[in-house]
């Protein structure tokens, strides 16, 4: 349902994202770790079809989105890392809206607009204006406008940031039912035991490249003895060892 074939950004001389090959498959929930600065969003923004890639081909559901934006991005919902919301709607207008941009209108979505706001606890808050919202209010009503028009494919940039531990209890309930019923999802996440007990598979990235890839048993077998968990693996692979190395220097 994704499929990413040498995908590149580069910023002039900077290469951001080098060279990327991946395939997410349907019914997938893929996790998207890394250091800051990696990569992480880059890519995802570049599979939102919101940042134009450097080089390289991303097809969506088997569409190119460069040869075929529109029917690509129908078939996508995206939450941003740092999303926009119109203020002066109301939660359900903004749902309405989304749908709307989607070509979709009428009982069917504000059905599920009223469900996806129930699940997040957002009920009594749906005809208030979105600036009277908490920050994780508007974490909440950004995924609710992902999932209100059932794409196929949701790309999502660190959604657990902000949450408390119900809704984000309920976001990992969410995602894994969606992916179960054969929609994908790809999600950035800092949240090693959230990726570690979540994903059906798992990339690393560092520096604009994949380090590794698969499943939580593959990356295990992968790894050098002795790495058991996905942080050894992680900080392995990414080679932060930043704390010890300024102790060795202190120390010295
Ligand atoms: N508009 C830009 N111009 C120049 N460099 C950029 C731009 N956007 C991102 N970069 C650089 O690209 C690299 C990757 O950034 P990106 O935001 O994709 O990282 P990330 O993996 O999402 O990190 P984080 O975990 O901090 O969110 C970083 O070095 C960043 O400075
Ligand atoms: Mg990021």
Redesign the pocket.
């Known amino acids: 349902m994704i499929e990413l074939i040498g995908l590149t950004k580069r910023?002039g001389d900077?290469t951001?994202?080098d060279a990327i090959d991946l395939q997410v498959g349907r019914g997938e929930l893929f996790g998207f770790l890394?250091?800051?600065?990696?990569?992480?969003?880059?890519?995802l923004r570049m599979i939102a079809g919101i940042l134009k890639p450097t080089a390289g081909t991303i097809r969506i559901a088997g569409i190119d989105l460069a040869a075929d934006p529109v029917a690509a991005k129908a078939a996508l919902g995206f939450i941003p890392?740092r999303p926009f919301i119109y203020e002066k709607l109301t939660g359900r207008e903004f749902l309405r809206f989304v749908a709307g941009l989607y070509q979709q209108e009428g009982a069917e979505v504000e059905h599920r607009a009223r469900e996806l706001l129930a699940l997040f606890d957002l009920e009594e808050w749906q005809d208030e204006l979105v600036e009277s919202y908490s920050h994780g209010m508007r974490q909440k009503l950004i995924i609710s406008s992902a999932f209100v028009h059932r794409p196929a494919v949701i790309v999502v940039?660190?959604p657990m940031v902000g949450l408390d531990p119900k809704a984000a209890r309920i976001l990992k309930d969410l995602f894994r039912e969606y992916t179960h019923r054969g929609h994908t999802i790809i999600f950035?996440t800092?949240t090693l035991e959230v990726a570690e007990s979540l994903c059906d598979r798992l990339a690393i990235?560092a520096g604009?490249k994949i380090r590794a890839a698969g499943t939580m048993q593959e990356l295990r077998d992968g790894a050098q003895h002795g790495a058991d968990g996905l942080e050894q693996i992680f900080l392995r692979l990414t080679g932060e060892n930043a704390a010890r190395d300024l102790m060795d220097v202190l120390d010295a």
């Open positions: 910023y900077f951001a994202v890394g250091p800051n600065g990696a990569g992480k969003t880059t890519t890392d940039d660190e950035s800092h990235i604009g």
